[in-house]
């Protein structure tokens, strides 16, 4: 950890005090840090920026600062710690669009199956129920539900937009797996996971925000493909 980075060492900083104070000390404040769909009685703009910081538990803060640190420190020695910053977050900021835009698209596909009145029920007591370990028996109204109550946090479309940074930036470097053991190139280590987490985000059903990782992915590559262009 003696060689981190300045701008890494800086946002692992940022996101153990936010999931601190927000997961820790102050809970009932953490509306503030998790993304809503933009439609949900509980969204906020501040979510868009805050939701970056903030991570579900402590091994999800872990696996995302960890790769943070991985991938991220040698980036920004690379690239320099202004692109590196504006590339982190337009990162992040591409894969909160994407997941919000799936969510929209989710949510026209079920718009006309949701009885009169009922949108108005579940936008209002929606989230209180999900907060009892419950959901709407009605699978419609229980899709709504987690559309609009069930928000999006973590770093993880943003180091998503790291790995693709990395992968193009250094196709040929070799990664070691835990499982299997072997070292695999960066240029087809990479697409891999891109394409495991397109798959679990067409299956659905796990909770885990897929098409943010995917956005995260999908503008790292376009502003890497740009990056000449970008004065920073």
């Known amino acids: 950890m003696f060689n981190i980075s300045y701008i890494v060492k800086n946002l692992i900083i940022i996101n153990v005090v936010v999931f601190v104070v927000f997961g820790l000390i102050l809970p009932q404040f953490s509306y503030f840090v998790e993304a809503y769909y933009p439609a949900s009685k509980e969204f906020l703009p501040v979510q868009l920026i805050g939701h970056m910081f903030m991570h579900g538990d402590l091994m999800h803060l872990f696996f995302n600062m960890f790769m943070l640190y991985m991938f991220g420190t040698v980036l920004e020695n690379y690239w320099g710690p202004k692109f590196f910053l504006f590339y982190y977050l337009i990162a992040g900021f591409g894969a909160i669009g994407l997941h919000m835009?799936?969510?929209?698209?989710?949510?026209?596909?079920?718009?006309?199956?949701?009885?009169?009145?009922?949108?108005?029920?579940?936008?209002?007591?929606?989230?209180?129920?999900?907060?009892?370990?419950?959901?709407?028996?009605?699978?419609?109204?229980?899709?709504?539900?987690?559309?609009?109550?069930?928000?999006?946090?973590?770093?993880?479309?943003?180091?998503?937009?790291?790995?693709?940074?990395?992968?193009?930036?250094?196709?040929?470097?070799?990664?070691?797996?835990?499982?299997?053991?072997?070292?695999?190139?960066?240029?087809?280590?990479?697409?891999?996971?891109?394409?495991?987490?397109?798959?679990?985000?067409?299956?659905?059903?796990?909770n885990i925000a897929h098409f943010a990782h995917l956005g995260g992915a999908l503008f790292g590559f376009i502003l890497f493909k740009f990056r000449h262009k970008i004065n920073l």
Do not use: C, H, W
């Not at 199956?113 to 959901?135: A, C, H």
């Not at 040929?172 to 985000?201: D, N, S």
């Open 101 to 206: 835009f799936v969510k929209y698209i989710s949510l026209t596909m079920i718009a006309d199956d949701i009885p009169p009145g009922m949108y108005e029920t579940v936008y209002n007591e929606g989230r209180s129920v999900l907060t009892q370990g419950k959901n709407y028996m009605d699978s419609d109204l229980g899709n709504l539900n987690q559309i609009l109550n069930v928000p999006a946090v973590g770093a993880s479309g943003a180091v998503y937009g790291l790995l693709a940074g990395f992968g193009l930036q250094f196709p040929r470097q070799k990664l070691m797996l835990i499982f299997p053991p072997i070292p695999i190139e960066a240029r087809i280590f990479i697409p891999i996971l891109i394409i495991i987490e397109f798959v679990l985000g067409m299956r659905g059903g796990d």
